[in-house]
């Protein structure tokens, strides 16, 4: 379970052009299943998930992961957290130009440092499991949005993480590919994954498969 008590996130506090992005927000989140924070842009969605995911720290309140206190961890074991619980999709994918696509879905894996045969093995189990394994050695521009798209999913399913957090992965696809990253997502909560996005889209919040859905405007969960 997630838990969040009282967390506001604010930028630039104190001066000319402070933001508060999130606001009083208290939520308890399930780690199975797929929840949606549904918004307008602006609303505070990614700032939500970046301190749920431990990309950023709330300027106030808690944030706790089964019991564990995730918001007050010194930087290095927040660090540490991160790597071994969430995997992140990103709204435009991030895939590095000038890597191959296998070299991307490493990438993250490195600070753990695995054994090398053992890491291109998972990430070749990954690339042929989402029938990207003849891309392997393509540079990431060369790569089609859909294939850009699942080896979005590869990369973030390198550390085999507990929860997948993504950041309104259909922003920038077609319908036809949002509907595809809706049942990639979907094959992959039947499998035990939590999943966690972030959207506007009907095709994400009204999906069949969706658990829940938190509303959030101004900062504010209004649900």
Not at 25 to 53: C, D, F, N, Q
Not at 87 to 111: D, K, S, W
Not at 123 to 128: D, E, G
Request: proline share 4%; with cysteine.
């Amino acid at each position: 379970m997630i838990q969040l008590d009282r967390v506001d996130k604010v930028y630039n506090q104190g001066r000319h052009n402070e933001v508060w992005a999130v606001r009083d927000v208290s939520l308890e989140l399930a780690t199975r299943g797929i929840t949606v924070i549904k918004g307008p842009s602006g609303s505070g969605k990614t700032s939500l998930l970046a301190m749920i995911g431990c990309l950023a720290r709330p300027t106030r309140g808690r944030i706790h992961l089964d019991g564990q206190l995730l918001s007050g961890l010194p930087e290095r074991f927040m660090t540490r957290v991160r790597r071994a619980t969430f995997g992140f999709i990103f709204q435009r994918f991030n895939l590095i130009r000038g890597l191959t696509l296998i070299e991307n879905v490493m990438l993250p894996a490195y600070p753990l440092a695995p054994d090398p045969r053992e890491l291109h093995e998972r990430a070749m189990r990954l690339l042929r499991q989402f029938r990207l394994q003849a891309r392997a050695n393509n540079k990431a521009e060369w790569l089609s949005g859909g294939e850009a798209q699942r080896a979005a999913i590869c990369r973030a399913l390198i550390n085999q993480p507990r929860i997948l957090i993504a950041d309104e992965p259909t922003a920038n696809l077609d319908s036809h590919l949002a509907s595809e990253l809706m049942e990639l997502i979907t094959q992959l909560a039947e499998r035990g994954s939590g999943i966690l996005i972030s959207s506007h889209d009907p095709l994400v919040f009204e999906h069949e498969r969706v658990a829940r859905v938190v509303q959030l405007r101004d900062g504010r969960v209004c649900d």
